[in-house]
């Protein structure tokens, strides 16, 4: 195996919310392959732990010619804790996901999912301390209203699959800020190939319980699986390298059409109007946040550059320095510099004409 140094990263630190955009709506396209051959091994029989681990183990597969590529340059990270906390977090994330897609409509999790950036609001308030005013309050209240459409407690029967997902979109915020901070010092690739080399064995450990073979059938919707998790994996980390990690959770509300389509060709599911009622509500709700963060954030960015330049003397250019000199030490004007020099003969001209 070729020992490779570290490869350019354009995207490394790239700053494109368009391009960023594309690749995040791209991603959950993508995803939504991921999302129909996991529903179909679901419906085949296997468990849902399972499917999180051959989903794993599959996605690593597909992306390890990288490491022929790249070499040992892979390994090369400084940021290995982050990417544990990460990865443990995604396979809780996870677990619970493919639990509930096994339980409920796939538009239903797909609507549950995008509480995400509300609950990463709630995190920061209650973990980082973070202040958050009237606006932001309303807009979270709002998005809870609706997710209460869509699940209607008391009106619809509930199960644990609305639990699982709501527990998903939970760890998914998370994981999301700490896809967001590995982007800083790795490459997109470097990201997606760790996560999955590190997922893999993670995701064996809760599959043991519930193990049993797959049917010879069950291959080509596990190899799907691994290609349509590698690059909607690998899409995803690509937009939030190019553009704010709340700009980017913005774009992800692209999954609910696509959702909508697989769900009705593949599994005969019409996603319901309560249904998409309380997912446009909660994605005016966390547009809003996620906009009215980034304002704050910018905000505070360009007050911290204001106090910073009020907190620098003013220096006294080095000729008015030399002019208080000497007119202090009674020095010629033939000694200053010339601009200085040719001002001191016209000021003493002038004198004398008076």
């Known amino acids: 195996m070729p020992i490779a140094k570290s490869l350019p990263t354009p995207m490394l630190g790239r700053s ?3 391009a960023g ?4 709506i791209f ?5 939504c392959g991921l999302t129909a051959c996991a529903k179909s091994l679901s419906i085949l029989g296997m468990h849902p732990f399972q499917v999180v681990f051959f989903r794993n183990l599959f996605a690593a597969f597909v992306f390890s010619p990288l490491l022929y590529y790249r070499g040992w340059a892979l390994f090369d990270t400084s940021q290995l804790p982050t990417y544990g906390f990460r990865c443990a977090v995604a396979l809780f994330s996870m677990l619970f996901w493919f639990y509930a897609l096994s339980r409920i409509p796939i538009g239903e999790v797909t609507a549950i999912t995008f509480l995400t950036p509300l609950f990463g609001t709630l995190g920061a308030i209650f973990f980082l301390r973070e202040k958050v005013r009237a606006r932001r309050w309303s807009a979270l209240a709002v998005g809870f209203l609706g997710a209460l459409i869509i699940l209607r407690p008391g009106l619809s029967p509930l199960n644990g699959g609305h639990l699982a997902a709501l527990m998903s979109t939970i760890s998914g915020g998370a994981s999301a800020i700490l ?3 590995l982007t800083a010092r790795d490459d997109p690739n470097k990201i997606v190939f760790l996560t999955h080399l590190f997922l ?4 064996l450990v809760p599959a043991l319980f519930f ?10 919707l596990l190899l799907g699986m691994g290609f349509f998790a590698t690059l ?3 899409s995803l980390v690509r937009g939030y390298a190019m553009m704010d990690a709340s700009l980017a959770l913005t774009f992800e509300f692209a999954k609910l059409p696509f959702t909508a389509v697989v769900a009705y060709i593949f599994f005969d599911e019409v996603i319901d109007r309560w249904t998409w009622l309380g997912a446009t509500i909660i994605i005016g709700s966390a547009t809003y946040i996620a906009r009215r963060e980034a304002q704050v954030r910018a905000e505070a960015r360009r007050q911290s550059v204001l106090d910073a330049s009020d907190a620098v003397p003013i220096a006294t250019p080095p000729e008015a320095k030399l002019v208080l000199v000497q007119s202090a030490s009674g020095a010629s004007a033939a000694k200053a510099p010339p601009a200085l020099g040719v001002a001191a003969d016209c000021a003493e001209k002038s004198t004398k004409r008076g």
């Open 16 to 18: 494109d919310p368009v």
């Open 21 to 24: 955009s594309l690749w995040v």
């Open 27 to 31: 991603s959950m396209a993508t995803l």
């Open 179 to 181: 896809v967001k901070q």
């Open 200 to 203: 893999a064995p993670m995701s």
């Open 211 to 220: 193990w049993g073979w797959p049917a010879l059938s069950m291959v080509p």
């Open 232 to 234: 909607g994996h690998a």
